[in-house]
């Protein structure tokens, strides 16, 4: 049984400049293995089983074909880096956007092969065997190693941390249990675990609750404003756009907008997940008066 320690950042913690609150700004391209649909679509009800949906499959592909492009020119022209989970199909589908996503400064994270594809179903031979294969592709296409990983629906396999530690992956986001980052050490091989917040983001807003896309504009404020004016510990906030959700300008209009009134600020930090768990690594060497420490 591998050895397994839990290191968490107490209020003391602070991000560069002593800013209280980070910013990541995460864009999800996302695609299906082929012969697969994603379960739920624009129209709302599903098919009879057997037969497949023609609709939400092309909803989906809306991604690739113009949703990532919109999303990454929003953010280029604001000078803001994102966090872009791909999916290793992509790399088959769209390989030359996969490494246009790292000639532009983002940062590409590891999402599955599909998002049909997720780790809880593996055992641990097929778990590492999926991480490999996306790596290995994600690499060749991009030009760059991945060194974050976020599962499908953010569902990792209970093993999930430790077999991407011993990969050497740096971060993941299959955790909600903080609204901050914490480190967890595998037989010596650490990870940052990054959650990945679900209150400032497309889908579950338009697409399971159905409201307008303004709506995900003022949970945004709202919730940056409760951080900074009712909160004094540290926070981080994902805003989360996917390209065949908010790639649309029906939709895109609201990520620009966050990041907007994201530039005029002075009082957050705006970071990837990669720099965010740099950082938190190199902090809790630094002040180790800013963690506390349980051992599993």
């Known amino acids: 049984m591998s050895e397994h320690t839990t290191i968490r950042l107490n209020d003391q913690f602070r991000w560069p400049q002593g800013h209280r609150v980070a910013i990541i700004f995460n864009i999800a391209f996302e695609a299906w ?3 697969q649909a994603p379960g739920i679509g624009p129209m709302g009800n599903v098919l009879k089983p057997g037969f497949f ?3 939400a499959h092309s909803w989906a592909s809306f991604g690739a074909n113009r949703g ?28 030359q956007m996969v490494k246009a996503i790292h000639e532009r400064g983002h ?14 179903y593996f055992d641990e031979a097929g778990e590492v065997a999926n991480i490999e294969k996306n790596h290995q592709l994600l690499t060749r296409v991009s030009g760059v190693e991945p060194c974050g990983w976020i599962s499908p629906r953010g569902t990792g396999s209970p093993i999930s ?26 037989d010596g091989h650490p990870i940052v675990c990054i959650p990945l917040t679900m209150d400032v983001n497309d889908l579950p807003t338009t697409v399971r609750y159905g409201n307008a896309p303004r709506h995900m504009l003022e949970a945004f404020e709202d919730t940056l404003s409760a951080m900074i004016e009712r909160e004094n ?58 963690v506390q420490t349980d051992a599993h």
């Open 33 to 35: 293995s082929q012969g």
């Open 53 to 55: 949906d023609t609709n």
């Open 68 to 95: 990532i492009q919109r999303l990454l020119d929003f953010a280029d022209r604001r000078g803001i880096k994102t966090s872009v989970m791909v999916n290793g199909v992509l790399g088959e589908l769209a390989p």
């Open 107 to 120: 940062e590409i994270v590891n999402h599955s092969w599909g998002m049909d594809v997720i780790p809880v």
């Open 161 to 186: 941390p430790r077999l991407l530690a011993k990969r050497g992956y740096l971060h993941h986001g299959d955790c909600n249990d903080d609204d901050r980052p914490y480190i967890q050490q595998f």
């Open 233 to 290: 510990c540290p926070l981080m906030l994902d805003v989360t756009a996917h390209t065949h959700v908010f790639g649309r300008p029906s939709g895109a209009w609201v990520f620009d907008e966050i990041m907007a009134q994201v530039q005029q600020r002075t009082d957050v930090w705006v970071a990837t997940r990669q720099e965010m768990a740099r950082y938190v690594l190199d902090q809790v060497k630094l002040h180790p008066e800013w």
